[in-house]
Protein backbone atom coordinates (compact mmCIF):
# COMPACT_ATOMS: atom_id res chain seq x y z
CA UNK A 1 0.00 0.00 0.00
CA UNK A 2 1.25 3.23 -1.09
CA UNK A 3 0.60 6.57 1.09
CA UNK A 4 1.51 9.97 -0.62
CA UNK A 5 3.61 12.19 1.25
CA UNK A 6 2.10 14.30 4.59
CA UNK A 7 2.63 17.92 4.85
CA UNK A 8 5.82 17.61 6.66
CA UNK A 9 7.52 16.72 2.79
CA UNK A 10 8.29 13.47 4.00
CA UNK A 11 6.34 9.80 3.65
CA UNK A 12 4.76 8.07 6.00
CA UNK A 13 6.23 4.50 4.74
CA UNK A 14 3.25 1.94 5.74
CA UNK A 15 5.76 -1.45 4.94
CA UNK A 16 3.32 -4.50 3.36
CA UNK A 17 5.62 -6.91 2.63
CA UNK A 18 6.99 -8.69 5.57
CA UNK A 19 9.93 -10.63 4.00
CA UNK A 20 11.23 -6.79 3.71
CA UNK A 21 14.67 -6.91 5.53
CA UNK A 22 15.29 -3.25 7.26
CA UNK A 23 18.67 -1.20 7.80
CA UNK A 24 18.12 -0.95 11.87
CA UNK A 25 18.01 2.86 12.97
CA UNK A 26 18.12 3.48 16.63
CA UNK A 27 19.84 6.30 18.18
CA UNK A 28 23.26 5.76 16.53
CA UNK A 29 21.52 5.93 13.43
CA UNK A 30 19.73 9.51 14.67
CA UNK A 31 22.51 10.75 16.02
CA UNK A 32 24.54 10.11 12.24
CA UNK A 33 22.23 11.63 10.32
CA UNK A 34 22.05 14.34 13.17
CA UNK A 35 25.59 14.79 13.10
CA UNK A 36 25.92 15.13 9.38
CA UNK A 37 23.22 17.30 8.69
CA UNK A 38 24.71 19.84 11.41
CA UNK A 39 27.81 19.51 9.42
CA UNK A 40 26.39 20.88 5.78
CA UNK A 41 24.22 23.36 8.08
CA UNK A 42 27.62 24.70 9.35
CA UNK A 43 28.46 24.56 5.36
CA UNK A 44 25.33 26.50 4.65
CA UNK A 45 24.27 23.69 2.83
CA UNK A 46 20.66 23.49 4.14
CA UNK A 47 19.00 21.97 1.59
CA UNK A 48 21.99 18.69 1.66
CA UNK A 49 21.04 19.00 5.34
CA UNK A 50 17.45 18.61 5.27
CA UNK A 51 18.02 15.66 2.55
CA UNK A 52 19.65 13.99 4.60
CA UNK A 53 17.45 14.40 7.73
CA UNK A 54 14.04 13.78 5.62
CA UNK A 55 16.33 10.20 4.82
CA UNK A 56 16.70 9.38 8.19
CA UNK A 57 13.48 9.76 8.69
CA UNK A 58 11.91 7.75 6.11
CA UNK A 59 13.87 4.92 7.71
CA UNK A 60 12.85 5.28 10.83
CA UNK A 61 9.51 5.65 10.35
CA UNK A 62 9.81 2.55 7.92
CA UNK A 63 11.40 0.63 10.73
CA UNK A 64 8.60 1.50 13.19
CA UNK A 65 5.85 0.82 10.44
CA UNK A 66 7.63 -2.95 10.05
CA UNK A 67 8.23 -3.70 13.67
CA UNK A 68 3.91 -2.55 14.37
CA UNK A 69 3.29 -4.48 11.29
CA UNK A 70 0.62 -3.56 8.45
CA UNK A 71 -2.43 -1.87 9.85
CA UNK A 72 -5.71 -3.40 9.22
CA UNK A 73 -8.30 -0.97 10.12
CA UNK A 74 -8.37 2.55 10.93
CA UNK A 75 -7.67 2.23 14.55
CA UNK A 76 -4.57 0.40 13.89
CA UNK A 77 -3.83 2.84 11.30
CA UNK A 78 -4.47 6.01 13.97
CA UNK A 79 -2.07 3.78 16.68
CA UNK A 80 0.66 3.83 13.92
CA UNK A 81 0.51 7.38 12.95
CA UNK A 82 0.64 8.13 17.26
CA UNK A 83 3.69 6.22 17.59
CA UNK A 84 5.84 7.89 14.62
CA UNK A 85 4.70 11.30 15.84
CA UNK A 86 5.83 10.49 19.57
CA UNK A 87 8.71 8.52 18.78
CA UNK A 88 11.72 10.25 20.43
CA UNK A 89 14.14 9.49 17.44
CA UNK A 90 11.89 11.37 14.78
CA UNK A 91 10.85 14.28 17.15
CA UNK A 92 14.63 14.52 17.52
CA UNK A 93 15.35 14.99 13.50
CA UNK A 94 12.27 17.00 13.50
CA UNK A 95 13.53 19.67 16.02
CA UNK A 96 16.77 19.91 13.56
CA UNK A 97 14.59 20.62 10.80
CA UNK A 98 13.40 23.84 11.74
CA UNK A 99 16.54 25.82 12.01
CA UNK A 100 17.54 24.32 8.89
CA UNK A 101 14.43 25.63 7.24
CA UNK A 102 14.62 29.28 9.14
CA UNK A 103 18.21 29.65 7.51
CA UNK A 104 17.27 28.76 3.88
CA UNK A 105 17.35 31.72 1.54
CA UNK A 106 14.13 32.45 1.09
CA UNK A 107 13.03 31.34 4.15
CA UNK A 108 10.84 28.29 4.67
CA UNK A 109 8.79 29.30 8.10
CA UNK A 110 6.09 27.49 6.17
CA UNK A 111 7.73 24.53 6.66
CA UNK A 112 9.24 24.98 9.88
CA UNK A 113 5.48 25.72 10.81
CA UNK A 114 4.05 22.31 9.77
CA UNK A 115 7.18 20.83 11.05
CA UNK A 116 6.58 22.53 14.42
CA UNK A 117 2.88 21.32 14.31
CA UNK A 118 3.84 17.69 14.27
CA UNK A 119 6.10 17.72 16.75
CA UNK A 120 3.33 19.31 19.01
CA UNK A 121 1.22 16.65 18.07
CA UNK A 122 4.08 13.88 19.55
CA UNK A 123 5.26 16.18 22.48
CA UNK A 124 2.29 18.33 23.16
CA UNK A 125 4.42 21.74 25.15
CA UNK A 126 7.08 22.08 22.93
CA UNK A 127 8.91 25.54 23.59
CA UNK A 128 11.69 25.12 20.85
CA UNK A 129 9.73 27.63 18.72
CA UNK A 130 9.38 30.03 21.82
CA UNK A 131 12.43 29.67 22.23
CA UNK A 132 14.24 30.49 19.31
CA UNK A 133 12.58 33.97 19.75
CA UNK A 134 15.62 34.43 22.25
CA UNK A 135 18.30 33.94 19.64
CA UNK A 136 21.03 36.17 19.10
CA UNK A 137 20.26 35.59 15.46
CA UNK A 138 17.39 38.32 14.35
CA UNK A 139 16.66 35.86 11.34
CA UNK A 140 15.82 33.02 13.22
CA UNK A 141 13.86 35.69 15.85
CA UNK A 142 11.66 36.65 12.60
CA UNK A 143 11.41 33.37 11.88
CA UNK A 144 10.06 31.92 15.09
CA UNK A 145 7.69 34.66 15.00
CA UNK A 146 6.48 33.45 11.58
CA UNK A 147 6.36 29.91 12.80
CA UNK A 148 4.15 31.25 15.69
CA UNK A 149 1.43 32.94 13.20
CA UNK A 150 1.34 30.40 11.05
CA UNK A 151 0.48 28.31 13.47
CA UNK A 152 -1.88 30.50 14.95
CA UNK A 153 -2.20 29.27 18.38
CA UNK A 154 -2.97 32.05 21.15
CA UNK A 155 -0.27 30.52 23.49
CA UNK A 156 1.92 32.27 21.60
CA UNK A 157 0.29 35.64 22.43
CA UNK A 158 2.25 36.88 25.12
CA UNK A 159 5.54 36.16 23.61
CA UNK A 160 4.69 37.62 20.24
CA UNK A 161 3.78 40.83 22.40
CA UNK A 162 6.94 40.99 23.81
CA UNK A 163 8.75 40.25 20.19
CA UNK A 164 6.80 43.34 18.23
CA UNK A 165 9.15 45.08 21.08
CA UNK A 166 12.44 43.92 20.00
CA UNK A 167 15.28 45.88 18.78
CA UNK A 168 15.72 44.46 15.23
CA UNK A 169 12.79 46.10 12.63
CA UNK A 170 12.36 43.25 10.43
CA UNK A 171 11.87 40.99 13.79
CA UNK A 172 9.17 43.77 15.00
CA UNK A 173 7.39 43.43 11.38
CA UNK A 174 7.25 39.38 11.65
CA UNK A 175 5.79 39.60 15.38
CA UNK A 176 3.19 42.69 14.06
CA UNK A 177 1.85 40.38 11.12
CA UNK A 178 1.75 36.85 13.21
CA UNK A 179 0.09 38.45 16.18
CA UNK A 180 -2.63 40.08 13.64
CA UNK A 181 -3.07 36.24 12.52
CA UNK A 182 -4.28 35.03 15.79
CA UNK A 183 -7.59 36.60 16.17
CA UNK A 184 -7.84 37.60 20.02
CA UNK A 185 -8.94 40.36 21.37
CA UNK A 186 -5.65 40.65 23.35
CA UNK A 187 -3.42 41.22 20.41
CA UNK A 188 -5.49 44.89 19.84
CA UNK A 189 -3.95 47.19 22.34
CA UNK A 190 -0.08 45.92 21.04
CA UNK A 191 -1.32 46.02 17.14
CA UNK A 192 -2.47 49.39 17.91
CA UNK A 193 1.23 50.17 20.19
CA UNK A 194 2.49 49.29 16.77
CA UNK A 195 0.97 51.59 14.65
CA UNK A 196 3.62 53.67 16.35
CA UNK A 197 6.51 52.26 15.45
CA UNK A 198 9.54 54.13 13.71
CA UNK A 199 9.75 51.56 10.59
CA UNK A 200 7.60 52.13 8.37
CA UNK A 201 7.19 48.28 7.41
CA UNK A 202 5.81 47.46 10.74
CA UNK A 203 3.01 50.44 10.77
CA UNK A 204 1.91 49.07 7.90
CA UNK A 205 1.83 45.77 9.01
CA UNK A 206 -0.07 46.65 12.21
CA UNK A 207 -2.42 49.03 10.39
CA UNK A 208 -3.72 45.65 7.77
CA UNK A 209 -3.37 43.17 11.17
CA UNK A 210 -6.08 45.53 12.99
CA UNK A 211 -8.38 45.28 9.77
CA UNK A 212 -8.19 41.57 10.12
CA UNK A 213 -9.23 41.68 14.27
CA UNK A 214 -12.46 43.08 12.95
CA UNK A 215 -12.46 45.22 16.40
CA UNK A 216 -13.88 48.71 16.50
CA UNK A 217 -11.36 49.82 19.14
CA UNK A 218 -8.98 50.24 16.31
CA UNK A 219 -10.96 52.71 14.30
CA UNK A 220 -9.80 55.71 16.24
CA UNK A 221 -6.23 54.83 15.66
CA UNK A 222 -6.57 53.68 12.09
CA UNK A 223 -8.26 57.15 11.42
CA UNK A 224 -4.73 58.72 13.22
CA UNK A 225 -2.22 56.74 10.49
CA UNK A 226 -4.52 57.68 7.06
CA UNK A 227 -2.57 60.99 7.59
CA UNK A 228 0.69 58.80 8.32
CA UNK A 229 3.92 60.38 6.06
CA UNK A 230 4.07 57.07 4.56
CA UNK A 231 2.04 56.42 1.78
CA UNK A 232 1.98 52.55 1.79
CA UNK A 233 1.07 52.88 5.97
CA UNK A 234 -1.81 55.28 4.59
CA UNK A 235 -3.29 52.97 2.40
CA UNK A 236 -3.09 50.07 5.11
CA UNK A 237 -5.20 52.31 7.37
CA UNK A 238 -7.65 53.10 4.71
CA UNK A 239 -8.53 49.17 3.55
CA UNK A 240 -8.78 48.42 7.27
CA UNK A 241 -11.17 51.20 7.96
CA UNK A 242 -13.29 50.16 5.00
CA UNK A 243 -13.00 46.39 6.26
CA UNK A 244 -13.90 47.36 9.83
CA UNK A 245 -17.37 50.08 8.60
CA UNK A 246 -18.11 46.48 6.26
CA UNK A 247 -18.92 44.36 9.74
CA UNK A 248 -22.50 44.96 10.31
CA UNK A 249 -22.98 47.03 13.51
CA UNK A 250 -19.75 48.94 13.23
CA UNK A 251 -20.12 52.43 15.63
CA UNK A 252 -19.96 55.44 12.98
CA UNK A 253 -19.78 58.44 15.45
CA UNK A 254 -15.81 58.24 15.21
CA UNK A 255 -16.06 58.85 11.29
CA UNK A 256 -18.69 61.61 11.86
CA UNK A 257 -16.70 63.07 14.00
CA UNK A 258 -13.76 63.51 11.46
CA UNK A 259 -16.38 64.28 8.05
CA UNK A 260 -15.40 68.17 8.66
CA UNK A 261 -11.21 67.08 9.29
CA UNK A 262 -8.96 70.12 7.44
CA UNK A 263 -7.29 67.36 6.09
CA UNK A 264 -9.06 66.00 3.09
CA UNK A 265 -7.45 62.51 3.15
CA UNK A 266 -8.93 62.09 6.74
CA UNK A 267 -12.49 63.28 5.55
CA UNK A 268 -12.85 61.37 2.50
CA UNK A 269 -12.32 58.25 4.28
CA UNK A 270 -14.41 59.09 6.90
CA UNK A 271 -17.31 59.88 4.37
CA UNK A 272 -16.52 56.75 2.30
CA UNK A 273 -16.76 54.50 5.91
CA UNK A 274 -20.04 56.29 6.66
CA UNK A 275 -21.25 55.49 2.56
CA UNK A 276 -20.58 51.57 3.26
CA UNK A 277 -22.40 52.12 6.64
CA UNK A 278 -25.37 53.70 5.10
CA UNK A 279 -24.50 56.60 7.23
CA UNK A 280 -27.02 60.24 5.31
CA UNK A 281 -24.06 61.82 7.57
CA UNK A 282 -21.92 61.57 5.22
CA UNK A 283 -23.59 62.85 1.69
CA UNK A 284 -23.14 67.08 2.52
CA UNK A 285 -19.40 66.37 2.81
CA UNK A 286 -19.00 63.93 0.03
CA UNK A 287 -20.82 66.21 -2.47
CA UNK A 288 -18.74 68.95 -1.75
CA UNK A 289 -15.47 66.61 -2.26
CA UNK A 290 -17.30 65.58 -5.47
CA UNK A 291 -16.32 69.16 -6.58
CA UNK A 292 -12.19 68.86 -5.74
CA UNK A 293 -9.94 70.04 -7.94
CA UNK A 294 -8.15 67.33 -7.05
CA UNK A 295 -9.24 63.66 -9.29
CA UNK A 296 -8.18 60.78 -6.71
CA UNK A 297 -11.00 63.49 -4.27
CA UNK A 298 -13.63 63.43 -6.95
CA UNK A 299 -12.88 59.83 -7.75
CA UNK A 300 -13.24 58.54 -3.97
CA UNK A 301 -16.01 60.62 -3.57
CA UNK A 302 -17.96 59.61 -6.34
CA UNK A 303 -17.35 55.89 -5.63
CA UNK A 304 -18.87 57.06 -1.61
CA UNK A 305 -21.97 58.29 -3.09
CA UNK A 306 -22.63 55.15 -5.18
CA UNK A 307 -22.57 53.46 -1.95
CA UNK A 308 -24.73 55.25 -0.34
CA UNK A 309 -27.62 53.80 -2.33
CA UNK A 310 -29.61 57.41 -1.40
CA UNK A 311 -31.13 59.14 -4.21
CA UNK A 312 -30.52 62.32 -2.80
CA UNK A 313 -26.76 61.77 -4.54
CA UNK A 314 -27.98 61.32 -8.24
CA UNK A 315 -27.73 64.80 -9.64
CA UNK A 316 -24.39 64.81 -8.42
CA UNK A 317 -23.37 61.82 -10.02
CA UNK A 318 -25.45 62.94 -13.03
CA UNK A 319 -23.29 65.97 -13.00
CA UNK A 320 -20.18 63.80 -12.76
CA UNK A 321 -20.77 61.63 -15.66
CA UNK A 322 -18.92 64.68 -17.88
CA UNK A 323 -16.04 64.90 -15.13
CA UNK A 324 -12.43 65.04 -16.90
CA UNK A 325 -11.33 62.39 -15.37
CA UNK A 326 -12.02 58.94 -17.01
CA UNK A 327 -12.00 57.15 -13.58
CA UNK A 328 -14.21 59.38 -12.16
CA UNK A 329 -16.82 59.09 -15.06
CA UNK A 330 -16.68 55.56 -15.39
CA UNK A 331 -17.61 55.06 -11.58
CA UNK A 332 -20.32 57.49 -12.08
CA UNK A 333 -22.00 55.43 -14.07
CA UNK A 334 -21.64 52.30 -12.53
CA UNK A 335 -23.07 54.51 -9.50
CA UNK A 336 -25.88 55.20 -11.83
CA UNK A 337 -26.52 51.93 -12.71
CA UNK A 338 -26.30 50.93 -8.76
CA UNK A 339 -29.23 53.57 -8.30
CA UNK A 340 -31.10 52.16 -11.27
CA UNK A 341 -31.31 55.95 -11.99
CA UNK A 342 -33.94 55.93 -15.24
CA UNK A 343 -33.20 59.86 -15.39
CA UNK A 344 -29.31 59.05 -17.23
CA UNK A 345 -30.61 56.47 -19.69
CA UNK A 346 -30.21 59.01 -22.48
CA UNK A 347 -26.73 59.96 -21.02
CA UNK A 348 -25.84 56.27 -20.48
CA UNK A 349 -26.68 55.75 -24.32
CA UNK A 350 -24.86 58.32 -25.63
CA UNK A 351 -21.26 57.59 -23.78
CA UNK A 352 -22.31 53.67 -25.18
CA UNK A 353 -22.55 54.94 -28.74
CA UNK A 354 -19.17 57.20 -28.06
CA UNK A 355 -16.32 55.92 -30.32
CA UNK A 356 -14.23 57.82 -28.60
CA UNK A 357 -14.56 56.45 -25.21
CA UNK A 358 -12.09 53.76 -23.79
CA UNK A 359 -13.66 50.42 -24.31
CA UNK A 360 -14.12 50.56 -20.49
CA UNK A 361 -15.85 53.35 -20.11
CA UNK A 362 -18.64 52.32 -22.69
CA UNK A 363 -18.99 48.46 -21.36
CA UNK A 364 -19.86 50.06 -17.86
CA UNK A 365 -22.79 52.12 -19.65
CA UNK A 366 -23.83 49.31 -21.65
CA UNK A 367 -24.05 47.26 -18.21
CA UNK A 368 -25.40 50.02 -16.23
CA UNK A 369 -28.03 50.41 -18.97
CA UNK A 370 -29.05 46.44 -18.87
CA UNK A 371 -29.54 47.09 -14.93
CA UNK A 372 -31.43 50.00 -15.49
CA UNK A 373 -33.35 48.86 -17.89
CA UNK A 374 -33.66 44.77 -15.68
CA UNK A 375 -32.64 43.19 -18.30
CA UNK A 376 -29.20 42.25 -16.10
CA UNK A 377 -30.39 41.14 -12.32
CA UNK A 378 -28.09 42.43 -9.54
CA UNK A 379 -25.43 39.59 -9.68
CA UNK A 380 -24.72 41.18 -13.20
CA UNK A 381 -24.87 44.82 -11.76
CA UNK A 382 -21.90 46.76 -13.43
CA UNK A 383 -18.48 45.96 -11.85
CA UNK A 384 -15.32 48.45 -12.54
CA UNK A 385 -12.75 47.96 -15.60
CA UNK A 386 -10.49 50.16 -14.43
CA UNK A 387 -9.05 51.21 -11.56
Request: a neutral charge.
Amino acid sequence: MTVPMNRYLRPVLLITCATLTLIGCGSKETKEALQKASALEDQKQYQDANDVLIDALRTREAKISANLGTPNDRKEMEALTKKVQSDSEILKMERAQIPIYLSMEPQRADLASAVYTDILVGSPGESLVFDTLQSKDPKMRSGAARILGLTGKTDALDPLIQTTKDSDQDVRRAAVAALGSIKDPKAVPPLIDALKDSYWFVRSEAANALGRQKDARAIKPLLDVVTDSDSTVENSAENSLVLLASIPGTPADEFALHLNDTNPKLATISGACLAILKDPRAIPVLLKLADSNNPQMRLHAVKSLGDMGNPMVLPKLRQTLKDPDGNVRGWSIIALGKLRDQASVPDLKAIEADAKESPDIRAAATASLQYITGQANAATSPAPNHP
